[in-house]
């Protein structure tokens, strides 16, 4: 082979080898930056509603999360049959209990179920609208689900509902 040849070889693989990293970085970089609002928004949600919902505390509304608790740890220490649940099956009041077996606060427990519930909805809710409309009305529904004083007040309380509609 000649020494040409070697060097037109060289050049070739360089060239692929720049367009290909240029192809990544484009890529990879639109990515983030698209993702970056909708990240941004959802953290901001979190950040937020955490502060004020281990801050405040509204004792009238906390009724069937305590109650649904109790029920599961009934169930998972022994007395299966004596539950009776007449609004919900037990898986929910057994996966509270669980939660509650690592932090060891009934109220903490359901305001970190309530909090994480609500910031589910608000980052999924991006994806969703963002599968059917676009990017920039996605971000615009994004706020308007991160905004609804509906969600916003049951993910500050330790109430049941929130999960389900997660």
């Known amino acids: 082979m000649n020494h040409n040849t070697i060097d037109m070889h060289k050049s070739f693989i360089n060239i692929v080898y720049k367009i290909n990293m240029n192809f990544q970085n484009t890529v990879f970089g639109n990515k983030i930056t698209s993702q970056k609002y909708p990240l941004l928004i959802t953290l901001s949600f979190f950040?937020?509603?955490s502060c004020i919902a281990f801050s405040q505390?509204?004792?009238l509304?906390?009724?069937d999360f305590i109650l649904f608790?109790?029920?599961g740890e009934q169930i998972l220490f022994g007395d299966r049959e004596g539950v009776k649940l007449m609004t919900a099956p037990a898986i929910g009041p057994v996966i509270y209990a669980?939660?509650?077996l690592l932090v060891d606060d009934i109220f903490i427990t359901g305001k970190i179920v309530a909090l994480l519930s609500g910031t589910g909805?608000?980052?999924f809710s991006y994806y969703i609208i963002r599968?059917?409309?676009g990017h920039k009305i996605a971000i615009v529904g994004q706020l308007l689900v991160a905004f609804t004083p509906k969600i916003d007040?049951?993910?500050l309380q330790t109430v049941n509902e929130l999960p389900a509609i997660f």
């Open 131 to 133: 599968n059917i409309f």
């Open 121 to 123: 909805i608000v980052f």
């Open 61 to 63: 509304k906390d009724g």
């Open 57 to 59: 505390n509204n004792f």
């Open 69 to 71: 608790t109790l029920k």
């Open 98 to 100: 669980i939660v509650n």
């Open 47 to 49: 950040i937020i509603i």
């Open 153 to 155: 007040v049951l993910s």
